[in-house]
């Protein structure tokens, strides 16, 4: 039996949201005080303080 692992590195920032049911696939990085909406599928890194919704996440409001 052959078994491949592979290592996927996923970095949540301090304070970040992730809503219900929302995927992170990749080597991404979800940045400090943002928001990811519910059903979201992150495959790209998310800036800090931002919210990012949709397949695929992609950002639609800066927070500052």
Request: aromatic share 0%; net charge positive.
């Amino acid at each position: 039996m052959n078994i491949l692992l592979i290592a996927i590195t996923v970095t949540v920032g301090e304070a970040a949201l992730v809503g219900v049911g929302a995927s992170v696939i990749q080597n991404c990085i979800i940045g400090a005080k943002s928001v990811v909406g519910a059903g979201a599928v992150v495959i790209n890194t998310i800036t800090p303080e931002t919210i990012a919704t949709g397949v695929p996440a992609r950002s639609k409001k800066i927070l500052k």
